[in-house]
């Protein structure tokens, strides 16, 4: 795990908790042991937002919880992890529909779609001016991420073939933002806020399509998964990471500018808050309530299938296991549809 960042999420005090609760009572802290919890993240908004809401709200530490964080360039990098059994959960962007088909996590909870997160940018002067003019060009992103699963259906959806008509360079994002920016290829596809990156060294770039255009028929969803031993043997310290996420996500969804000043203030320094809007206005949350009929309706499940389908025909998985089997509603429904 070298190539990763070590956070120790340490008690911010009482008195912060202690306000949260002056309508509700005592916290439970104070009446059970604390549970650690091994968590990896991206430091991206629509991965990390809730977690470090929580964070600041005390919600974690309410439900007893010890959160260690570690974070991560890459999902893939996560899931690697995971696997590897350093990490007992993660919260990850589209690579959650990838690991779990192949029997590696399960997943028990939704973040948000990733409405317009990945963005497909290229270069006027090469002559691109749309999508079909990316035939024969070079495009630089990180296969397997949310990125790469919304180039296949930008390139597919304009009748390119993703595998003949272009060539698809295989870089972690911020080489391949490098690349696009210095000339090297024709063209990126990316996720915010790598795009400000763009927008700031190379302005005459262009922003050919966004995730947005493909959604709900091809949405993107990110999420919580947990190892599958963890998941297994943990019911109640996963009820309790839900129970700790629900109140710092409906903060965000109903009052997102006071949560977005929260974030970038003590989370998001080296980002401005304007930019941090930006990529709040890319993603689409959903209350805590919201989303009950979303779990109960299969649409969170189709959701994470059209994703599947993606990896499957990508990485080669056999036999993959459907999104009805590898994620759990009844955890979340328990907490929040009681």
């Known amino acids: 795990m070298s190539n990763s960042t070590t956070r120790r999420n340490f008690l911010k005090g009482v008195g912060a908790g202690a306000s949260l609760y002056a309508v509700g009572g005592v916290p439970p802290l104070f009446a059970q042991s604390r549970q650690t919890v091994r968590v990896g993240y991206l430091h991206t908004l629509a991965v990390d937002g809730q977690i470090w809401l929580a964070d600041h709200m005390g919600t ?3 439900e007893g919880l010890d959160m260690e964080f570690t974070q991560f360039t890459t999902g893939l990098e996560l899931f690697q992890a995971l696997v590897g059994g350093s ?3 993660l919260a990850t962007g589209a690579v959650v529909s990838n690991f779990p088909a192949r029997g590696q996590g399960e ?3 939704i973040n948000n779609v990733e409405l317009a997160t990945a963005q497909l940018w290229a270069d ?6 749309d999508i079909q003019d990316l035939k024969g060009k070079q495009i630089a992103t990180t296969e397997g991420t949310t990125a790469h699963v919304f180039l296949h259906q930008a390139l597919t959806e304009a009748g390119l073939d993703p595998e003949n008509d272009v060539e698809i360079i295989n870089q972690r994002m ?12 024709s063209a990126v596809a990316l996720w915010v806020p790598f795009n400000v990156q763009v927008q700031e ?7 050919l399509v966004d995730a947005s255009e493909y959604y709900p028929e091809a949405a993107i969803v990110g999420g919580w998964a947990a190892r599958g031993e963890f998941y297994r043997n943990n019911p109640d310290v996963i009820r309790k990471i839900i129970r700790g996420w629900v109140p710092a996500n409906d903060h965000l969804v109903n009052n997102p500018d006071e949560a977005l000043a929260t974030l970038q203030q003590n989370y998001y320094q080296n980002v ?3 930019q941090l809007k930006a990529q709040y206005e890319a993603e689409r949350v959903f209350t805590s309530q919201e989303w009950v009929s979303r779990y109960k309706d299969g649409t969170v499940t189709e959701w994470l299938d059209q994703v599947t389908d993606f990896f499957v025909e990508f990485g080669g998985i056999d036999n993959p296991r459907r999104a009805s089997e590898y994620f759990h509603t009844g955890p979340y429904l328990d907490v929040v549809a009681r």
Do not use: K
């Open 60 to 62: 974690w530490r309410d």
């Open 87 to 89: 990490l007992d959960v």
């Open 107 to 109: 997943v028990f909870l």
């Open 124 to 129: 006027p002067e090469a002559g691109i001016n």
């Open 174 to 185: 911020s080489d391949a933002v490098t690349a696009f920016i210095s000339g090297a290829v």
């Open 201 to 207: 060294q190379r302005p005459e770039a262009r922003m």
């Open 272 to 274: 401005s808050l304007e």
